[in-house]
């Protein structure tokens, strides 16, 4: 079997098609039976009210895992995918990567790729999900990077990790100080957070702000990523935490000032957009 970690680097896009991922506009992915999309749409209504159970949560993604709807769900976020995954890719670093919530793998195995020389582990809550992804990672031949089904609330690593990575995994306006201790407990010194949680409202990033405040680290990087969702564009704030950095830290007026800036700017030129449509 040809090591894919060894071959030419490969682009995001064309990785992702080896998953059924389509980010150019004009690749569709089939659409799922009628059955089964009103099986999605009601097993995603408690992920929708917020603070979903477990169970819940599990329940949608080991539906979801099926190639079919996978391919066809995932190809509707692919803009989204491809712009949180470029920006993780410019801020690993280190021998040893965390990716929390990692689905089946599809930007886990991404950095992995493009990362040969580092130890890759992606965990996710199912199981259905953990399968697809080492299966995908057999077939491109990906030998520095394993996954586990694991929740990441009862997660104890046997070593600590230089890059953490948690695109809307564990992370979002409702995790408490004490789930961001324990995620950061988990890194080495100097260590980074590498997060791009759904934070869509200044309030959720308020939110969020006064979890991360008791602790002692430092928002190092800041950043929107926009992206096309169909005939819409959507936006997510993207960031970078660690503990002990040397780099300048940015106020907590600094940070709502960059939130609010930044979402008008995404709206202003939505409005453009549409203007000009």
Not at 100 to 115: D, E, H, K
Request: hydrophobic share 40%; glycine share 6%; proline share 5%.
């Amino acid at each position: 079997m040809t090591d894919c970690n060894a071959a030419h680097p490969v682009s995001l896009s064309n990785h992702l098609m080896a998953f059924g991922i389509h980010v150019q506009s004009d690749c569709t992915s089939p659409m799922p039976e009628l059955r089964q999309l009103k099986r999605l749409e009601q097993l995603s209504r408690p992920l929708n009210k917020g603070r979903p159970k477990k169970a819940d949560v599990v329940a949608f993604y080991e539906f979801l895992a099926s190639p079919r709807l996978a391919s066809w769900g995932h190809s509707n976020k692919a803009d989204a995918i491809r712009v949180t995954g470029e920006f993780v890719l410019q801020e690993l670093e280190g021998e040893r990567i965390l990716d929390i919530g990692c689905n089946m793998g599809y930007l886990t195995s991404w950095y992995a790729r493009q990362n040969p020389a580092a130890r890759v582990l992606g965990i996710d809550l199912s199981p259905s999900c953990i399968e697809s992804a080492q299966r995908q990672a057999v077939k491109l031949g990906i030998t520095n990077l394993r996954y586990a089904v694991a929740d990441g609330a009862r997660f104890f690593p046997d070593q600590q990790f230089d890059s953490i990575v948690d695109t809307q995994g564990m992370i979002d306006s409702q995790t408490d100080t004490a789930t961001l201790a324990k995620i950061l407990s988990w890194l080495k010194p100097n260590g980074k957070l590498i997060c791009v949680p759904a934070l869509g409202t200044l309030t959720k990033f308020s939110a969020f702000l006064d979890a991360l405040a008791p602790l002692h680290v430092q928002i190092t990087t800041y950043n929107w990523l926009t992206f096309s969702a169909g005939a819409n564009k959507g936006a997510y704030p993207a960031m970078v935490i660690r503990q002990d950095a040397t780099e300048s830290k940015l106020s907590r007026e600094e940070l709502v000032a960059e939130y609010q800036l930044g979402l008008l700017d995404f709206r202003q030129q939505n409005q453009l957009e549409r203007n000009c449509a």
